[in-house]
Structure formats: C-alpha cells, structure tokens
C-alpha cells in the first residue's frame, strides 16, 4: 500500500548542530507536504510545508527539502535548541478539487533528543 | 494565537461503553477532522466534516463512529460501543477553506477503554 515512512526513528543531536530528519513518501499523487512537531502530552504542531511544484522551502530555522525524483523529503533543523526535542512526523496529502486538503497521511515519527 | 480545544484530556470506559469526545474548532474555521494516534504508531486519519456533512473517512471510521456538529462551535466524536482496540490519543483538527492551509491540532483526549 501507499505509505509515508522514515529512516531514522531515533536522532540524538548536540545543541547548537544542525539536524537533518528525512522521510520517504510512495503516493506519486501527493503534491502537499507537511512536518509537524509533536511534543510529550501535546498535539501535532505544524511546523513547515512545501508543494510538490517546489524544491525547497526555508522558515525560521528550519528547511525543508523535496525530491520529487525519489520521493524524498527532508526537514534540517539549524543550530538546534533543547526546545527543538520532541517527535517530527512528515505527512502527505493532496489538494481537492475545491481546494480543499485531502486527509493527511502521517508517517511514523522521528524522535529527535538534543543533548546540551 | 488560537488553539483548538479539547475535552476531556483523559477519558476512561468499560468495553462496550459509548464515549463522546468533544472538541472546539478555531472559531473562524470550516474544515473539522479527528485522527487517532494509538500509543507509539503513527497518526492516522478517521474523517473530515464540512458543511455539516463528512468529506472524507478511513477504513477506520466504521459504523461505531459518527460525528456531529451539534451547534456553531462544538464538534463531537462518538464510539458508540468501544472495543479494547479503540485505545488511543483522539485529535481533533481544523483549517480554514482553501488552498495551503495547515492543521490546526488539539492537544488530545487519551482513551482508555478497560
């Protein structure tokens, strides 16, 4: 079946490198992508998304990545903080014909541990 | 900025008890989702509601789920005879219409069914 899935489960990181979380998708249908940040007790947090017709998409710290050709996604983290530990999930989905998003498809999660 | 709400935080029942989960969208917003999350799995989608009416449901979202918009601003998810499995963190989310807009999740209610 179709799946979003990661490499890495766990990512252990020195505060003040920079981290890089990546994800595969398999839906060629997908043209929405989505990190989110979930920490202890809390609900996924939106943290950056990207279209399938870009490569590359920058906010404040964080970058995400997308390589259509092999369907890869990528979320690096500069100068990580302690603030920055939690689960990092990419999700996929596609816009509706209305415009509407699609129901997001969640992979497993990234537990990304920031040593001070 | 403005949250989506959810009650309770913690919900425990006996098998085959009916549950309701509650959840208060973003005022402004007009798509409604819940996805479940059971302990170290992924999250995944049960449905989206729009219009008073479901957009879209998983294969999860069976004949023991429903949701209802009951007035402007609540938006509920019933089980109406929970099974052991049923066992999860519920999320409820919300965006606005159109294009490019992201979720907007709540903090959960973890469901315990004895």
Redesign the interface.
Known sequence: GESVGLHLPTLSVQEGDNSIINCAYSNSASD?F?W?KQES??????II?I?SNMDKRQGQRVTVLLNKTVKHLSLQIAATQPGDSAVY?C?ETY?NYG???????????TKLSVKP | EPEVTQTPSHQVTQMGQEVILRCVPISNHLYFYWYRQILGQKVEFLVSFYNNEISEKSEIFDDQFSVERPDGSNFTLKIRSTKLEDSAMYFCASNRQGSNEKLFFGSGTQLSVL
């Open positions: 929405y989505i989110y007790g809390k609900g996924p947090q939106f998304d279209r999930f999700a816009f415009g509407s998003q699609g129901n997001l498809i969640f992979g497993k999660g």
